[in-house]
Nanobody, 121 residues
Framework: QVHFVESGGGSMQPGGSLTLSCTASGSIFRILKMGWYRQAPGKQRELVATITSDKDFNYADSVKGRFTISRDGAKNTAFLQMNGLQVEDTAIYYC???????????????WGQGTQVTVSS
C-alpha cells in the first residue's frame, strides 16, 4: 500500500504562482520517479513534469520555463513550483510516483487522488 498526501492546489489569477507538494508513504523501498500529470475537462491526462531519483527532468513543452519540479528524496516528497499561471493550466493535477515496494518486487506506478488548480481572472 502506498499513500499520497497532496497539497497546494487552489485558485489563482493569470500570471500568479502556486506550489504543489506530494508526499508518498507506505510500502516504499525506492522511488524511481515522481511527478505530476494533469487532466482538464474533456481532455486526456497529460504529462506536466517528472523528476527521477538521478535528478533527470522531463517537462511538457507548455510549461517549460514556467514550472519547476524538485524533490526531497529523504522525505519522499516532490514539489511543483508553478509560475506565470495561465488559464490553460486549469486542470486536476495528479501526483504520480514509480515505486519499488520491496527489493524483490518490480516497480509500478502509483497515483494520488488529485488536486484542483483553477486559473481565472
Amino acid at each position: 500500500q502506498v499513500h499520497f498526501v497532496e497539497s497546494g492546489g487552489g485558485s489563482m489569477q493569470p500570471g500568479g504562482s502556486l506550489t504543489l507538494s506530494c508526499t508518498a508513504s507506505g510500502s516504499i523501498f525506492r522511488i524511481l520517479k515522481m511527478g505530476w500529470y494533469r487532466q482538464a475537462p474533456g481532455k486526456q491526462r497529460e504529462l506536466v513534469a517528472t523528476i527521477t531519483s538521478d535528478k533527470d527532468f522531463n517537462y511538457a513543452d507548455s510549461v517549460k520555463g514556467r514550472f519547476t519540479i524538485s524533490r526531497d528524496g529523504a522525505k519522499n516528497t516532490a514539489f511543483l513550483q508553478m509560475n506565470g499561471l495561465q488559464v490553460e493550466d486549469t486542470a486536476i493535477y495528479y501526483c504520480n510516483a514509480r515505486i519499488k515496494p520491496t527489493l524483490w518486487q518490480a516497480a509500478d506506478d502509483y497515483w494520488g487522488q488529485g488536486t484542483q488548480v483553477t486559473v481565472s481572472s
